[in-house]
Each structure stands twice: as C-alpha cells, then as structure tokens.
C-alpha cells in the first residue's frame, strides 16, 4: 500500500495519488465507518473526496493543531502492522504520505514528492489555472519514482546522475552538434536554453547558453526521471510540457526557473531535450520567494509569536518591495492584465503595510485580526502575479519549430546511434577493476557539487545483491545524518566503506576544523530537529551537499567547494587498510582515466 494525500489550507483534498492496495483499504475503513454504503467495496469508481476529508480530516487538525499552537508538528505516525504515516509541508499545503514500509523510507518519498510538486508547479500548488497538465506529470513522475525507480535503479539510491563515458573525439563530435542546436535557439530568439542528450536514461552531454541559468544536480535526475515517466510505446516522438527547474542554490536567481522542456526520443534509445527558459528570471526569483515569506509570516501569527511577528514582517515587506521594484523594471514589457494585477498587488500591499505599522504601535488584538483576514486576499493576488508573471510561455514561438532541431541532431549522430546504445548498456564493469583492485566488487563515485556518478552496471547475476546494496547506502546515510563522514563495516560476506571529502576548484582537499558530529548532536539535526543543519542526505529531497559544504565552509563560497562520496563494497576477506587504499587509489584512477569535466 502506498499513496499520497494533499490538503489545502481549508483542508479540502486537492491532490491524491493511491495505488490499488490502499485505495482498496480505504474503502474498507470507509464502509466500515458508515461513510459508504455496504457493498461499495468491490466498486471500481474513484473515491470521492469527501470520503478522504473525512477519514483523515482528524490527523490532519490535530497536526495543525500542533503546528499552530506548539510549533512542534508530528513528523510521522506509526500503526499496526507496519502502516505508516508521514507528514509534510508546502506554502500551507499539508502533504500525508501512507504506505505499509519503514517510516525512513516514506519520509525519503515525501521528500521527492515535495520536490516535484514544487517542479510541475512552481509558486501556484494545485491552483486551477496550473491546469490537468501539470497534475497528470506529477502523477507520472511520482509512480514512475516509486513503482520502479526507487528500488531498482542505483542512479535513484543515490539522487545522482549516471554518466555514459565515451572517447574524447566522439565526445567532441556530440558538444559542437549540441552547440550548433543552441545556436540555431539564438537565432530563433531562444538566448536561453539548454540541450541534453540521454543515451538509455545515461547523461551524455549537456550544453547551454551564456545567459541561461546553470542546471542543478536535482534538476538533471528531475529532467532524466520525467523523460523516463513520459515514456510509453503510446507517447508521440516529440512532447513539450512546462516545468520550473531550480537552478544552482548559490545563484541570486535561483529557486524558481519556468522553462519549457522539449522532449525528442531519437534513433538508438537517445533523448534529446531542448528547454527553453522565458520568464524574467529576476522577477520570478523576487515572487517565488515572497510565497515562503509570506507563508512565514502567516505560520507566526497561527503561532501567537508576537516576538517573532516583527522580523517576519520586516523580511516580507523587503521581498515585497523587491518584487514591486523588479515589476517596475518590467513596466515596458507588461501587457494590460499585467498592469491591472500589479496595481490591485500594490494597493493591497499598503493597506497591509498600514495595518502592520498600526499594530507595531499599540499591539492591538483587533488589528491582528483584521491583518489575518487581509492576508488570504493579498495571498491570491501574490498567486495571479505568479500566474501573469511567470506562467506566461506565450513569449516562446518558435516551438514548432524544436522538432526540426531535433532531426537535424538525429541525422548528425545517426551513425554513432547503435555504438551509443550498445555503448550505453556495457557502460563500466567491475571486471575493468578487478586486476587493479583484487577483492572489490563494487563502487559508486559521486560528485556531489554537478550531481554526475560513476559506477559499474547492475547486472542479474552480480556478485552483490541489490539488497546489500540498498542496505548499505541506509545504513552510510544514517552515519552521515550522525556527522560521520568516513565509514567502515563489514558483515559474513563483504567489506562495505563509505568516504565523503571536500575539494577546492583546483583539486586539493579541503578539511574542516568543525566537528560535525558534536555539532549534529547539539543541534538535534540527526533526529530532524535542526533548523539550519542539513537532515537528509539527497538531491531531490534537498540541497543536501551544498547546506553541508556551506555548514563546513562558511568563510566560502559553497559554489566554490566541491564535494565527493565514494561507496566501496569488497569481499569479506579484505582488511580495512587494503580498502582504504583501494578507494584512494580508485579515486586517483578515475580523475587520471575519466577526467574532472565529465564527473
């Protein structure tokens, strides 16, 4: 049984996504209670929300009660039998994660369930204007991650992305075809856009422009995971859909950054996509934040924090003005509705700004209340200049023409097409390591800072089983979360090591005098309490890497600190010194062979 329910801030249902088991079960309860007439089990029609709201209605208030008055919402609740639930959090959404497995690995789900809800929709969660599109894709997006990649594909144990190595004369061929598409996007008045090519759900290449804003480790495997989902024999050639990648965390713009994505399927198993990015990226960035600013403020006021009132407001009136004078920069491009919108924003926001000032003066009860019940309407017109501002793709018109560029790609690397499949499928072997490396018969190499992994195929018949391997990449998780970042174990058969390092931008390792685990436990990050360490290993779930580089670092730029993982897995009979040289000379090897600029 596995499913995701999202209530709005009403309560009412306005996403669910339920696998058969558990709608079945749900049925169950739901007669059983009276809510359903007896028979209904067996029926195949959809169940009515009403049904959901009131089965789950009071975990749901009894969560908002927790949050609102105690701050101090439930994480997860676990059952009988091992059904479980996990909660969530969006701009005032409520996300209830159910499932009949570890309460761990329902919260790593709702993590990616957050994260793509937050890439099909951007600011505007569940809003009528999003439209069926943007449902449907994260619907396919999340039984796509769950139904098949999650337990099965080792580049989604990892929230990294799998690089297919070819030589340096084909890998050049492939950059200037790829550059000469973004050229052509220019000339077609696309100044901002990217292009990736997938060989068998392998990265081969991404190109893009000098003014589009760089691409993060989580948008890769999203692109990658929503290629995969929209994959059917019944899918057409060439789709676009609409999507708001993240971009990279230490850029001013980043967060939000609407683009269409192109999706060409090729010759030979190869995935050509060309996105397009079209909103005003400073403008966008300005209004995507005043949504968790905003949200910020009314969580305070839920909460009767009156100390805490005064620095909430300050920081929404600096990103409303932000937002203000980023959309009078906009003036000369704003059409009418644009200008109408802007305007009702604006008034609302000052009789806001004037209710606030009266209050700070006497901290008057009424006011506050008038002050709450302002803000749900000024919240609706934060969403209608979200929808104007950054919904808007009518700009790009030259769509049509994406699938020509597409075929010109194709034909260019036709005759590398069967090399590249078949290329894509022998990828790395641990056979190529054996003699260098006696008794290793496994390894993942990460670059954490471009999201890019290196690591032999999984095949039927491997040595390890699937489930060592997901095993052993928890139990390294669950170190790190404890502030350990080199790790060793073994069990009857294997010797498992995991290593996580820190570089600069010319290669030299970088160590940190913080004691991570001291700080870990100070701060209660390893059970989840911490409010500024980072909690969760991942790229989906969360920019992980980048809050620990800059935890570790706080005098540099995370962007200017890279860090790596290394998983090894050899046979039992190898002592902790040989492994420890193994993965040293390991990482040497790979820099040597694959070299910086592909992992």
């Given amino acids: 049984m596995n499913g995701l329910i ?7 249902v306005v ?6 088991p558990l709608t079945q079960k749900i049925r169950n309860v739901a007669v059983a209670q009276g809510l359903l007439p007896a028979g209904e089990q067996e029926s195949e029609s959809p169940l009515d929300s009403n049904i959901l709201l009131q089965i789950f209605s009071p975990i749901v208030g009894s969560q908002r009660i927790m949050q609102c008055q105690f701050d101090n919402a439930y994480s997860s609740l676990q059952c009988e039998q091992g059904f479980n639930l996990v909660f969530g959090e969006l701009l005032g959404f409520t996300f209830l994660k159910i499932g009949h497995i570890p309460v761990e690995q329902l919260g790593r789900q709702m993590g990616v369930a957050i994260t793509l809800t937050r890439y099909c929709y951007g600011a505007n969660l569940f809003a009528a204007q999003a439209g069926a599109m943007q449902q449907e894709l ?3 997006c999340l039984d796509c991650y769950e139904s098949l990649l999650g337990e099965e594909d080792q580049a989604y144990l990892l929230e990294a992305m799998p690089k297919l190595l070819v030589n340096a004369e084909l890998k050049r061929t492939i950059h200037l075809t790829l550059d000469a598409t973004l050229e052509h996007l220019r000339q077609l008045g696309l100044p901002r856009a990217h292009a990736l090519l997938f060989v068998s759900h392998k990265l081969l290449a991404v190109n893009s422009t000098g003014q589009a804003l760089p691409l993060s480790a989580a948008d890769l495997l999203f692109l990658s995971l929503m290629s995969r989902a929209m994959q059917s024999p019944k899918s057409p050639a060439q789709r676009a859909v609409a999507v708001f990648l993240q971009g990279v965390s230490h850029d001013v713009n980043s967060g939000c950054v609407p683009s269409i994505v192109h999706i060409s399927r ?4 190869q995935v050509l996509l060309q996105i397009i990015e079209y909103a005003n990226m400073p403008l966008t960035s300005c209004i995507y934040d ?3 600013v905003l949200q910020k403020i009314i969580s305070v006021q839920h909460q009767g924090d009156s100390d805490a009132l005064k620095p909430a ?4 009136e600096s990103f409303v003005g932000q937002t203000l004078t980023a959309l009078k920069r906009y003036a000369k491009q704003r059409p009418e509705d644009m200008e109408n919108c802007y305007k009702k924003f604006a008034t609302k926001w000052e009789n806001l700004r004037k209710m606030y000032a009266e209050y700070f003066k006497n901290f008057e009860r009424e006011m506050l209340v008038r002050i709450e019940s302002n803000l749900p309407s000024f919240g609706e017109e934060l969403k209608q200049l979200f929808t104007l501002a950054c919904c808007d793709s009518s700009s790009v018109h030259e769509l049509d023409q994406l699938a020509d560029t597409a075929a010109n790609v194709e034909a260019k690397l036709l005759e590398f097409a069967e090399f590249l499949a078949v290329k894509a499928t022998r990828n790395l ?5 054996l003699e260098d490396f006696p008794g290793l018969v496994h390894f993942m190499y990460v670059n954490r800072s471009s999201g890019h992994m290196l690591a032999p195929d999984l095949r039927p018949n491997q040595l390890v089983p699937k489930t060592k391997l997901w095993s052993m990449v928890e139990i390294a998780r669950s170190y790190l979360k404890k502030g350990q970042t080199t790790v060793m174990w073994k069990d ?3 010797h498992y090591s995991y290593f996580l390092w820190f570089e600069d931008q010319s290669g030299s390792t970088l160590s940190t005098s913080m004691d991570l685990q001291q700080h870990f436990l100070a701060t209660g990050a390893a059970s989840g309490n911490g409010t500024k360490s980072p909690t969760e290993p991942g790229a989906l779930t969360m920019d992980y890497y980048h809050d620990l580089a800059e935890l570790c670092f706080p005098k540099i730029s995370p962007g200017k600190v890279r860090v790596y993982e290394l998983y090894c897995i050899h046979l039992g009979l190898v002592t902790a010194t040989c492994a420890v040289e193994h993965a040293r000379r390991l990482v040497a090897t790979i820099s040597d062979v694959v070299g910086e600029e592909t992992l």
């Fill in 6 to 12: 999202v209530f709005n801030s009403a309560s009412d």
């Fill in 266 to 269: 090729l010759h030979g198993n």
């Fill in 492 to 494: 009857k058969a294997f």
């Fill in 429 to 433: 072997s641990i056979d190529a390591y």
């Fill in 138 to 140: 994260l619907t396919q």
């Fill in 313 to 316: 407001y300050e920081n929404l």
């Fill in 290 to 292: 005043s949504f968790f």
């Fill in 15 to 20: 996403y669910r996504c339920l696998n058969s």
